[in-house]
């Protein structure tokens, strides 16, 4: 395991996200399989099962071979204890022709994910607030509550400028797109994919989604807070796609979170991206 730096036992809610590729188009079966036993998992407090696109940000295209989990947990031993004995990662091991897997310590989080907010103080609870009332404070580990600047979830990394820390970052964004917003949405997806492959301090990223087209998200790490910071804000398709976003209304629903990623294992197309950063502190 990378260890990226020492972020256990703060007693705090901890993230992990598991990127797993398959030989052949079978695994597609556990989409259904694994969800009965993750409703059943003790310190799990939310998951999504996740398919993956073949670029790094949200594409049309599909990836059947690669599939993804994101989990949050109660604690870290909540998450020791899911590797060590759940049939899950015991099949990852088994059977994956490949697999990565990070550990996250949420930094910030903003908006809502089916009406939760999972990285914040409710998602314990797993519910929204309700009707009229104000959405709790973000920043579960360090603090850090970002401003609203206009996040796209087109693999946007505008959530707020970064704070100040070095070392890797991990950033999501996820979006529920309107339907009337579809055309829109993926004709711009181009411009920012290509920002994406050509940008330096992105170190790895995958497009991810629960439901075909409408449900989308972004899974990123970043060289440190500054190459998020200079990509979030640049001019270019990025930044216009980030208006349009916002004047015409493409979301229903979206969500932008940062996390600082502190243990990595395994591989993510050949290599860990996280393994040269791995003496760069927090």
Known sequence: ??????????????????????????????????????????????????????????????????????????????????LARSPIPARWRREAAESWQVRLAPLASRGRWGGVAPFGPDSVHHRAPAPGSEPPARGVVHGVTPHDDGGSGLGSLGGGAPERRAGPVAVLTRAAIRPRSLVPFYRSVSGVERLLREEDGCLASVGIGEWPLARQATFSLWRDAAAVRDFAYAQGPHRRVVERVHAEGWYSEELFARFAPYASEGTWDGADPLAARAHEGP
Do not use: C
């Not at 079966?29 to 996740?50: E, I, N, Q, S």
């Open 1 to 82: 395991m990378t260890e990226i730096s020492d972020m256990t036992g703060t007693g705090s809610i901890i993230a992990s996200f598991h990127l797993n590729r398959y030989a052949d188009l079978g695994a597609a079966r556990y989409m259904a399989f694994d969800r009965p036993v993750l409703r059943r998992t003790k310190g799990l407090l939310f998951w999504r099962l996740l398919g993956t696109g073949r670029g790094r940000s949200m594409t049309l295209g599909a990836d059947a071979r690669r599939w993804a989990l994101l989990a949050v947990w109660r604690e870290e031993a909540a998450l020791d204890r899911f």
